[in-house]
């Protein structure tokens, strides 16, 4: 069985009925499929703040740099109570050893993107992050976070989950006094990090092949790369030649990298295009 990472969650993802119209935004693929993998930590700061469930709608006011959340109808400013909490609530998460954040989207006090702001007069003017998604990413730069939104889009989604993965591999290495762990946690990651480099990826992968593989094996691996770089494939058919030829002729260099399994294979994330 394995371990459960945890995660921290807008309430209503989870299908909780916390939302300002007592409704909820539950999302199956967040629960059925990525609940297999990360255990839950849920937040929804209206709620906990203290705002009833339903309640009136609220929105950002202001400047990205110094939003106020303010009720739509009434006026009724809740900037600095709501401010007061999240300070508590932050530093009751720094006990709870998140390795990430899943936020909703839009939101005027969860969202950490592209949230709508207005002038004083209720013009729409410029977006920003939400009060508690803004907070939440000041107090915790390192720890990965992503909206609703963008979890449904593959390349963000992917990049997201591994990059959740590597953080909890991180806070794992943190707890060692050890050099040859730390060592040794880079050295793993090499590979992951030269991805975020095709030219180099191809470079490095292609190094520890070149006295092995066939010449035929080599420009079949390379042509694949290649069409994986143009869009032409998805990830996954690189990188199961990649570890079938690991496999084949035993490099453990490349055993132990892990960008040939970054997170758990279920979640399918790399066989989108």
Not at 40 to 57: D, H, K
Not at 154 to 182: A, M, T, Y
Not at 235 to 243: C, E, N
């Amino acid at each position: 069985m394995h371990e459960k990472i945890k995660m921290g969650i807008s309430s209503c993802l989870l299908g909780e009925k916390v939302r300002y119209d007592g409704r909820h935004k539950l999302d199956r693929f967040i629960t059925d499929t990525l609940g297999q993998y990360f255990e839950w930590v849920p937040v929804c700061p209206e709620c906990e703040y203290g705002l009833p469930v339903p309640r009136e709608p609220l929105r950002l006011v202001g400047r990205p740099e110094s939003p106020r959340l303010i009720t739509i109808k009434t006026g009724i400013d809740h900037t600095e109570k709501m401010l007061q909490w999240a300070e508590k609530k932050l530093g009751e998460l720094e006990q709870e050893n998140l390795c990430g954040f899943i936020f909703k989207s839009k939101s005027p006090s969860s969202g950490i993107v592209g949230v709508k702001m207005y002038t004083p007069s209720g013009i729409p003017s410029q977006r920003g992050a939400g009060i508690f998604g803004g907070a939440f990413m000041k107090h915790f730069p390192l720890i990965p976070v992503i909206d609703d939104g963008r979890l449904h889009n593959p390349q963000l989604r992917e990049n997201f989950i591994e990059n959740v993965f590597v953080f909890q591999r991180w806070q794992k290495i943190q707890k060692s006094k050890s050099i040859n762990d730390l060592v040794e946690f880079h050295t793993n990651h090499k590979l992951l990090m030269l991805a975020h480099s095709p030219r180099h990826y191809s470079s490095h992968i292609s190094g520890y092949f070149k006295k092995l593989i066939s010449a035929d094996e080599k420009q079949e691996l390379l042509e694949i790369i290649e069409n994986y770089r143009m869009s032409f494939i998805p990830l996954i058919v690189p990188i199961t030649l990649i570890k079938h030829y690991v496999r084949k002729y035993n490099i453990a260099y490349l055993q132990r990298q892990h960008y040939l399994n970054p997170h758990p294979m279920e979640l399918m994330l790399r066989n989108h295009v």
